[in-house]
């Protein structure tokens, strides 16, 4: 699936769709294609039925840590990943779609951002039960998705 191409123009927004995805809509080859979806694994994603837990995750510059938890709940897809001394021992949330792609051969998981992208996002709170720091962390990633390069995407 061609989520990102720097030769499309954006399509008429569909207006059920989140004003903070109406601007996400791409096209390619004359159709749109779907916004953005931070919550949703990637249908070529290879994610489908797989506990993820102990998996490396993979930033398109280098290894930020390992799967702590996940959650496969629909629209509401996570990981939690512990990035160890990286960035100080913090945890951090990455939405199910920013997951490019899954090794499973080497338990790897590749996500389309980098280690700036992510080490920038919303500190991750476990005691934090709340939608509007969904909201916050899938507004900060929906916003970095427009500012991957070409060529950080497969």
Do not use: C
């Amino acid at each position: 699936m061609d989520r990102l191409n720097p030769n499309t123009t954006n399509a008429t927004p569909d207006p059920a769709l989140r004003a903070v995805d109406r601007d996400d809509v791409v096209t390619t080859g004359g159709g749109a294609t779907s916004a953005f979806d931070p919550w949703s694994y990637r249908d070529d994603a290879g994610v489908a039925g797989t506990n993820l837990i102990g998996y490396k995750v993979e930033a398109t510059d280098g290894s930020i840590g390992k799967i702590d938890s996940d959650s496969s709940e629909v629209n509401a897809s996570y990981l939690v990943v512990d990035t160890g001394p990286w960035i100080f021992g913090k945890k951090v949330m990455l939405p199910a779609g920013t997951v490019n792609h899954v090794d499973h051969d080497e338990q790897k998981v590749f996500v389309d951002r980098s280690k700036d992208q992510i080490k920038a996002a919303p500190e991750y709170d476990d005691t934090i039960n709340d939608p509007s720091y969904r909201d916050k962390l899938g507004g900060y990633y929906n916003d970095t998705y427009a500012a991957t390069p070409p060529g950080g995407l497969r």
